[in-house]
């Protein structure tokens, strides 16, 4: 176990190591043991999260305020549409601005070719960690509830097969970081990842020539597929969900035109009979109901949907507990 991690920044599971990460995960289990038994936990007294938002949520906002006030600080909402961030404030500035004033500064900013950049500039100039809430790279903490809800669903990561597999959307045109960050951490647990999806959908080559090392490295493996059916068949961990076609347009008519082709691609019964019996599906929500994924799959006996929702609170509060105490 790694006991010092004070001042760390959160923004992609991929700079953290192995042993780090499973400090994370050791810390959220016992944080979601005291608060099931009601012991206090109060880590971060007086201590003050500043969240900067540039893009809209209901479960990491509501994760993020909760599990501040109940390690015993504070979080600060800050939009950025209705704040000086939207015309003047540079990444600088609120990195050496809020970097003085918080003990910590979480940021959601998922627009493509921006996000991320912006989190780093922030956090070059901040002597607080900088906590990714979602950029258009990497979603480091929704993947860290998703690997706590794995090991509690199906008990050691390794050798277990996990699809993460590109569904329709109709709603708009989602970020990119969630399969990102599920095919580089899931492949640093010894899984054997499936990436399925539609030619235009793409990932980054990058972040494929990470995941295919990690797989080597730690005993996995990682396969990319285009066939649904196939993708799904036999798996222990069914993950689909929609993204963008960010690599092959970023224009929205073309988008369109381009997701519209694939609108049989959605998680339903059929699809889910074909994985092992006791499989598990996930999804990060929301999801385009009926679009996306069936009423029959989202609610039924092996969707896990609300255990992951509720471990966003565990592994957030884990993250802030180390970085920020």
Request: aromatic residues 8%.
């Given at each position: ?82 704040t ?51 950029c ?34 109709s ?33 980054k080559?990058e ?29 222990d961990?069914?993950y ?54 069936t ?15 509720e ?15």
């Amino acid at each position: 176990m790694q006991t010092f991690l004070r001042g760390r920044d959160m923004i992609t599971t991929q700079e953290w190591t192995k042993e780090e990460i499973d400090t994370i995960m050791d810390v959220a289990f016992e944080l979601k043991r005291n608060r099931a038994l009601g012991l206090p936990h109060a880590h971060l007294r007086d201590k003050v999260l500043a969240m900067l938002f540039f893009f809209s949520s209901t479960r990491t906002r509501a994760s993020f305020e909760a599990g501040m006030a109940q390690l015993g600080g504070h979080a600060q909402f800050i939009d950025s549409k209705t704040t000086q961030v939207a015309h003047g404030d540079t990444a600088k500035e609120i990195g050496e601005i809020l970097g003085r004033y918080n003990d910590g500064i979480a940021i959601r900013h998922c627009d493509w070719g921006v996000g991320n950049q912006y989190m780093r500039w922030v956090a070059e100039a901040s002597r607080t960690p900088v906590l990714n809430m979602q950029c258009d790279l990497y979603h480091p903490h929704q993947i860290l509830a998703d690997l706590q809800t794995i090991i509690e669903k199906k008990g050691d990561p390794r050798g277990k097969t996990i699809t993460v597999s590109w569904a329709y959307a109709s709603s708009y045109s989602k970020p990119q970081s969630v399969p990102n960050s599920l095919i580089l951490l899931m492949t640093r647990y010894g899984m054997n990842v499936r990436l399925v999806h539609p030619p235009e959908f793409k990932l980054k080559t990058e972040f494929l020539d990470q995941a295919k090392i990690n797989a080597k490295k730690h005993h996995g493996s990682f396969e990319i597929m285009d066939d649904f059916d196939a993708g799904v068949s036999g798996t222990d961990i069914w993950y689909a969900k929609s993204w963008g076609p960010m690599l092959t347009t970023t224009d929205p008519a073309e988008d369109k035109r381009i997701t519209d082709q694939y609108k049989n691609w959605i998680a339903d019964e059929q699809r889910l009979a074909k994985a092992k019996p006791d499989a598990i599906y996930m999804h990060p929500l929301p999801a385009d109901r009926n679009v996306e994924v069936t009423d029959g799959v989202l609610d039924g006996p092996n969707s896990v949907v609300f255990d992951q929702a509720e471990n966003r609170l565990h592994a957030q509060k884990a993250v802030m507990a180390l970085t920020m105490s």
